[in-house]
């Protein structure tokens, strides 16, 4: 039987996406007919992304699932349209592309890199960072993504903890969850990775007061969103010297607007939201192997928990 996949993205998405949704429908033994439209009414499932004009999924009466083509869920998780169930996209390109970007940046501080690619004077200054293992690098997240990356960094020879809403047993990683959790982590964060959802209960995760609890000069790294940092808070905190420095690829508001204080800011490094990108081929056999599933009647993968927010 044919299955019906209408993809609500922009158009961009629908030139990066055709070939490689095609070629894994069929590889998933699906008879799928794919189009960016077609009558509400005869859609079976629905490739989304939430930046797309599809915004009310009333008419969607036939659909069985939408499937995300990102990976933060925010700005679709609260659509009192959408009472269907919503998966959010888990690609392993994606994942990599994390991990190796995490990786990067971790060294890069632990290193002390910046010492030797920013300097301008000929100053001849041997020094021996600690090893990997003696520093202490803290998950804050540790889902799809924060988990492969502390996997990859206890592999380096790091101290990772991880900390995570509900109980976890990562081997290798000291796991910590819930408020008492949070202060252990950060309390031995010398630096610190934010790779949790943008939801009410993580929105300023990192305040004046979590801030203060890490070891004085500890450094930040925020791949996951925006509103995870109050940013006058890191603001004030990096010109105390309580923080050393930050690495940030997301905001609240994207692209940052031109006028905003981390653009310029000495201890701030913007990155224009690239940590990681859905690659379209491995996240096409994702979303087909969901299709596939729902047309098995198997459970579908990754799906979000609309009152938890992700
Ligand atoms: P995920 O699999 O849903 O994992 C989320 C993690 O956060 C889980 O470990 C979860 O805990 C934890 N968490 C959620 N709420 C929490 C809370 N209130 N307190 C403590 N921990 C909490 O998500 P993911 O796939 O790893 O992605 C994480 C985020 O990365 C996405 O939501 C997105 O915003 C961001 N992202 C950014 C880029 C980029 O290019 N910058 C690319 C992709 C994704 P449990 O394990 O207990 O559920």
Redesign the pocket.
Known sequence: MTVNVLFAAKQEGWETYEQPLRKALSAAGLDARLATDMPAAEVDYIVYAPNSDLQDFTPYTRAKAVLNL?????RIVGNETLEIPLA?M?DPG?TKG?VEWVSGHVLRYHLGLDTDITRTDPRWAPRTPPLAEERSVVM????????AAAEMLTRIGFDVTG????P?DVPGVTCL?GEDG?QDALAKAEIAVL?????P??EN?LNAETLALMPRGACIIN???GPLIDDDALLAALDSGQIGHATL??FRTEPLPQDHPYWAHPKVTVTP?????TRASTASASIAENIRRGEAGEDFLNLVDRG?G?
């Open positions: 990102w990976a933060g869920v925010e959010r888990v994606l994390m804050l997240g540790m889902g799809a993504l924060g988990s900390w995570s809403r509900s976890k969850h949070l790779l949790l959802p943008d939801t209960a993580t995760t791949p996951g969103r690829d997301v939201h690239i940590a990681a990108a938890l992700y």
